[in-house]
Each structure stands twice: as C-alpha cells, then as structure tokens.
C-alpha cells in the first residue's frame, strides 16, 4: 500500500467533523473543489468508500468510522511532534494564538497587551474573542481563558479568579434607585434567550418570573454600553466596576436574594506540551500576573475591591 500523506489525512478528519464538504474546506481554508479532489484521491488509494456525499451531507461509511480513530492517533502524533520542535525555541518572539470570552477580551485582556509588548516586543498575539471553544489538543489555539475548568485532554489548567457575580449600573442609575426595594423597580439588561441558561440569566428568572427586562442581548459589549449609558442594571462578575459601573445598593428585604447571586470563575487553559515553550509561557505569566491580581474580598462602600 502506499503511504498516506498528512494532508489526505487531515481532510478525512475534517470531514467526519464537518460532516460536510463545505464546512470542511472552511475548517481548512480550502475550497469545496480541493476537499472532494483529495478526498477522491484518498479513496482511491486506499481502494473503500469513507463517505456517501447525499443532499443532507457527506455521510461516512461503516469504513470511515473504523478508521476515525486511528487517523486521530496520527493527529495526535503529528501535533506531538510539532510541540517538540516548538520547544527547542529559545527566545520569545513568534506567534500565540488566544481565545478569550468577548467581555474579558474587552475589558481585560486586551488592554493588558500594551505591558505585554512593551515586555516581549518580538511577540505577536492572535485574539479570538468568541463564545466559542477553540480545541487546544488540535492546537486550535495556543492558549485560552475559560468560564468552565475543561476535564479532559493533555492541558494545564490554573484558576485565575473566582468572584461573585453583581447587580451593577451607571452611577447615575445607581443614584437614581437608591437602596433597591424591589428586583422589579429596577429597569433590567440580561442575556438573550440563546443564553437564558447562564446562572446570572436563572438567578434573574428565578427572582422575578415575570420581569420583562429593558434590553435582552447575548452581545456582551452591547450589555456593557448600554448599562453605561444609565439604560439598566446588569449582572456582572465584581471587576467589571472597574469599568465604570457601581454596584446597586438593596435593601434589607433582599438580601437573601443578594446572598445568593452566583459566582464566576476563570480559569487559564494550555496544551501541556506547549506550557514551556518561551512565547507561550510569556503570555501565560502575563496573564496570571494581570488577571490574577484581582483577590476575591467582600465589597465595602469604604473600600471597594472588586474580584473576577
């Protein structure tokens, strides 16, 4: 048999994940012509069918799901031996691609970059600010920031900051309510219904069922702005008052609901083998340094700290 080229491999991977030609020449950066040609051509030289390509997809074959495995095996290798290579680095310059939740890119990580190029100015940094998961054992990414501590795969994992979640608004809106008697007094801002299930969107709900907020949007800089603007009360993890909100004082009457707002962590994610290399370690430190410097303490009106 002839050898199979890495090329021909990583199109099968990318269409059993795909399950499609078009998603799969996405996933590569390839168009839809140079998937089916090599996929073609893998077929032939392995002598079986791996997809039936119908009008709801491209379908793998009994064939194609016992090779899945094994292609994935050589994925593996082939990132391992990239890592290898990747570690003899001495010098940090180069590239390192983070993935980072859209408000904490905004808000934190992107302004902490002037300090990280002034540090290492031969690094250059790829930031994907999306709700979506990069997949660090496909070295989808280098490094990323996480809302949830992932459990599987060859990672290193450091919980950066743990912080309760707060009814926050514009000073001025602040002023406006005083101490909140009510949940339904206040004008509110909270996720749309594709992110309902945020324990910040359940506690909300849970309070009052029947509030109609003033703005539902899973945009987060549009939740931002428009608390800003003095439009409502949006929940957010403690630091955000450093983004020129305050905290919405309450009155006695909720503080049970106040004692159980929920708390937000995030956690630093990187690929084991790439821990030490030197330009993904740069940043790393960086980012426990910068972000880890927030302690999670009780809010005082003498004193306020606020903690992610």
Avoid: C
């Avoid at 990323?144 to 001025?172: F, K, Q, W």
């Avoid at 309902?196 to 800089?221: D, I, K, M, Q």
């Avoid at 106040?258 to 790439?274: D, I, Y």
Wanted: aromatic fraction near 6%.
């Amino acid at each position: 048999m002839q050898a199979v080229d890495w090329d021909q491999v990583r199109v099968f991977l990318a269409v059993m994940r795909a399950r499609s030609l078009a998603g799969a020449a996405a996933r590569l950066g390839m168009d839809v012509s140079t998937v089916s040609r090599r996929l073609d051509r893998l077929e032939d030289q392995l002598s079986v069918t791996l997809f039936d390509r119908t009008r709801d997809g491209t379908l793998p074959t009994a064939n194609a799901e016992q090779m899945l495995p094994h292609a994935e095996e050589i994925e593996l290798g082939v990132m391992r031996f990239a890592s290898a290579g990747a570690q003899v680095e001495t010098a940090v310059e180069g590239v390192v691609r983070l993935t980072v939740p859209p408000g904490v890119a905004d808000s934190f990580v992107a302004p902490a970059l002037a300090a990280l190029h002034a540090r290492h100015p031969k690094l250059m940094i790829e930031l994907d600010a999306s709700v979506s998961y990069a997949d660090l054992t496909r070295r989808e990414a280098d490094l990323a920031l996480r809302v949830v501590r992932p459990t599987s795969g060859e990672l290193v994992v450091t919980r950066l900051v743990s912080a309760r979640d707060l009814p926050m608004a514009s000073a001025a809106y602040a002023k406006e309510l005083g101490k909140l008697k009510r949940v339904g007094d206040a004008r509110w801002i909270t996720w749309g219904s594709d992110l309902a299930h945020l324990p910040n969107a359940r506690w909300l709900h849970e309070l009052a069922p029947e509030l109609v907020p003033v703005l539902r949007t899973s945009h987060f800089g549009s939740q931002l702005a428009a608390a800003r603007s003095g439009l409502g009360v949006v929940l957010l993890p403690e630091p955000y008052l450093l983004t020129g909100l305050v905290a919405v004082a309450h009155a006695r009457a909720l503080g049970e609901a106040w004692a159980s707002l929920p708390t937000s962590e995030l956690w630093l994610v990187g690929h084991r083998a790439l821990r030490n290399v030197p330009r993904v370690a740069a940043v790393w430190d960086h980012l426990v340094s910068t972000l880890g410097s927030y302690s999670s303490v009780e809010l005082t009106p003498r004193r306020p700290r606020p903690s992610l």
